[in-house]
């Protein structure tokens, strides 16, 4: 995915990757990526963007009575999030997004390190925008060592939205 998100914000995804200059094969920046490996800071833009788009999806488990479907349930036809925007803030219904939570991410984010994924509560709840905060600490498994993570999801319960925030690197 690297590539793509690169050629697209480089705008650059009709050229060529290998070139060549007087007859010596030459490889763009770009297209040495995959040699040097990427950054820090690229792989925890591009794990925000991933995370945001699975706490932002409603799952099929929302619509539909997953209970006697295990394979379906545990697969990405169940991609997202259980749809928060019936619930209240009141403590049963605070310990299901939590729960909601971990398991999303530990199925169908393979680069979270299911070991450290630690999502917990923060005692601070807004009553006026009916928005709770959970503090979420995991590593990323990644190559030669694992990268810490430690983001903060705001769901508004309202929306049924979440807002992710201090997850990606500064450059």
Same mark, same amino acid.
């Given at each position: &995915?690297?590539?793509?998100?690169? %050629?697209?914000? %480089?705008?650059?995804?009709? *050229?060529? =990757?290998?070139? *060549? ?8 920046? *770009? !297209? ?5 490996? +990427?950054?820090?800071? =690229?792989?925890? *833009? ?14 099929? !488990?929302? %619509? ?8 379906? @349930?545990? @697969?990405?036809?169940?991609? !997202? ?10 403590? &049963? +219904?605070?310990?299901? =997004? ?33 928005? &709770?905060?959970? $503090? =979420? ?16 999801? $705001? ?9 992710? @925030? ?6």
């Amino acid at each position: &995915m690297h590539a793509f998100r690169d %050629a697209f914000d %480089a705008k650059d995804s009709k *050229r060529k =990757i290998v070139e *060549r200059v007087a007859g010596e094969k030459v490889i763009s920046g *770009r !297209g040495s990526l995959k040699r040097r490996g +990427a950054s820090e800071a =690229i792989l925890k *833009r591009d794990l925000a963007i991933d995370l945001t788009s699975l706490v932002n999806t409603v799952d099929l !488990g929302s %619509a539909i009575d997953l209970t006697d479907l295990e394979f379906v @349930s545990n @697969s990405v036809l169940n991609f !997202g999030l259980y749809d928060v925007a019936h619930l209240t803030s009141d403590e &049963m +219904a605070v310990n299901e =997004i939590a729960a909601d939570l971990v398991n999303a991410l530990i199925q169908h984010e393979p680069r979270i390190n299911k070991e450290t994924l630690l999502v917990e509560r923060s005692k601070e709840f807004d009553e006026t925008n009916q928005k &709770m905060r959970y $503090e =979420i600490s995991a590593e990323m498994l990644s190559k030669p060592l694992d990268i810490p993570l430690e983001f903060v999801a $705001e769901v508004d319960v309202a929306s049924g939205k979440v807002h992710l @925030s201090q997850l990606t690197a500064n450059r």
